[in-house]
């Protein structure tokens, strides 16, 4: 990992040393031409009043010409939603009730300091369900029913994403700082309106961080229609994986700081752009959690975790199809498990500490432009965290479920959408029964005046 991280800074000190003795060579041979007002101009004065007059002079103020750089621009997005759905009072009573939310889901604010025309500094800050504060969650079935403080805040106002970036020849990229990882289609499609339903992946949470972003550096390669990515960013804690969502809670951002003692190298080979929908990609994660937990000594065995992906997007007229299969992997799942069980106070995951030493998702959707705002969907996803399991862990059917939706996207205006989706959901868990969904959401996109 070390050797990796020192190679990346090695390029990247190397190609910047090719970008600064480019641009040496450059500026020796620029000629600036400067106007003069006329206003400002010296007078003319003759070969023939030399000898007797003194020489008259004038100071000609030039201003200085206006950069163009630096630069801001923004974009924007957001959108609210309600739902009602069908859930579960306990474990003991699998009769289910209709339950209705709101929620101000998303307001995202992404802004660019262009600095030259190579190099810039994008960001990102999100507003996430309206506010800021720490959850209370109800989960039917731990026991009884119990109310649950999460850790991570379900209300937040986040920087979710900022670094440097700097382009260099031969279609050569720098990125420094906290990025999205190409890893899966909820980090890759930001732009609400480059896909129909409500969100990339209904079920992606329930495996991996949703919007996955890590800090760190990271290369890009482009070749033709071809772009490479490496990179080496902040791992995850193993501390934090849970049952529910398997390693996605190990994602750090729980503390103001994150333990950066292990160290995640991500890859990715894409063809065309899957960002805006042509192109697809394959990508790879690995890294070990077990010294960025802060108990140090409740887990001396590694704790890697290893993915693999593959993702895409495209469109061909008026059909559009998207689709992705995630495969994991998270060595001595079982240890990881028993020293997690033993932790206290707000980590204490109960029965939730149980993992998976492997999972999987897959997942397909293909869409029709019935008008030129007017686009119908269908989709189906599976996920399974216990595909596998090791040690003394059972498998648990709960957590392998299928859901099927259907919706639409009506784009009404330039940037304003509103997106309907209906879903069902079943779990392999005998007796549970099978549970329905229905949303709608309404939004903005201002990313598709471009």
């Known amino acids: 990992m070390k050797s990796v991280f020192l190679v990346l800074i090695f390029f990247s000190t190397f190609v910047h040393a090719q970008e600064s003795e480019t641009t040496t060579t450059t500026t020796t041979t620029t000629t600036v031409e400067t106007v003069v007002p006329e206003e400002v101009k010296p007078s003319v004065v003759s070969d023939d009043d030399d000898d007797e007059k003194p020489v008259a002079t004038s100071t000609a103020s030039v201003e200085k010409p206006r950069g163009e750089f630096p630069k801001f621009e923004f974009k924007s997005y957001g959108y609210i939603s309600f739902s009602q759905h069908e859930t579960f009072k306990t474990v003991q009573n699998l009769e289910p009730i209709v339950r209705r939310q709101m929620d101000l889901a998303e307001f995202a604010f992404e802004g660019e300091y262009i600095l030259t025309e190579n190099s810039k500094i994008e960001f990102e800050v999100e507003i996430e369900h309206g506010g800021v504060g720490t959850a209370v969650e109800f989960d039917p079935f731990e026991e009884f029913g119990e109310f649950e403080q999460e850790i991570e805040k379900g209300g937040e106002v986040v920087l979710h994403e900022v670094y440097y970036k700097k382009s260099f020849k031969y279609g050569t990229t720098l990125k420094v700082g906290k990025f999205p990882l190409f890893i899966s289609l909820g980090s890759v499609l930001t732009k609400p309106h480059r896909y129909p339903s409500i969100l990339p992946s209904d079920v992606e949470a ?6 996955w972003t890590e800090t760190g550096v990271q290369v890009e390669q482009k070749y033709g229609l071809f772009t490479g990515r490496l990179g080496v960013v902040t791992g995850l804690n193993s501390e934090f994986f849970r049952t ?12 103001e700081t994150m333990n950066a003692d292990d160290l995640a190298t991500v890859g ?4 065309g752009n899957v960002g805006k929908g042509q192109g697809i990609a394959i990508a790879a994660y690995k890294g070990d959690t077990t010294k960025n937990r802060y108990k140090v000594d409740k887990l001396k ?4 975790v290893t993915l693999w992906s593959l993702l895409g997007s495209y469109k061909l007229g008026k059909f559009g199809i998207q689709g992705q299969m995630i495969l994991g992997e998270l060595d001595n799942a079982d240890k990881v498990s028993q020293a997690n069980a033993t932790l ?15 999972a999987r998702l897959e997942s397909v959707q293909v869409s029709y432009d019935a008008l030129e705002d007017l686009t119908f969907y269908l989709k189906q996803e599976h996920v ?16 392998n479920m299928t859901k099927k939706s259907a919706g639409l996207m009506w784009m009404w205006d330039t940037a304003a959408f509103m997106k309907v989706q209906y879903s069902r959901e079943k779990t392999e868990l005998e007796g549970l029964p099978e549970t329905y969904q229905a949303n709608i959401a309404f939004g903005f996109d201002l990313d598709r005046f471009n």
């Open 206 to 211: 329930r495996m991996i961080p949703l919007g």
């Open 244 to 255: 529910y969502n398997w390693v996605g809670g190990g994602y750090q951002r729980h503390f």
């Open 268 to 271: 990715s080979l894409e063809f």
């Open 301 to 304: 065995d590694t704790a890697t």
């Open 344 to 358: 206290g106070g707000l980590a204490k995951p109960k029965a939730f500490a149980p993992l998976g030493s492997k």
């Open 384 to 399: 399974d965290t216990f595909a596998d399991v090791a040690g003394n862990i059972n498998k648990n059917p709960r957590y």
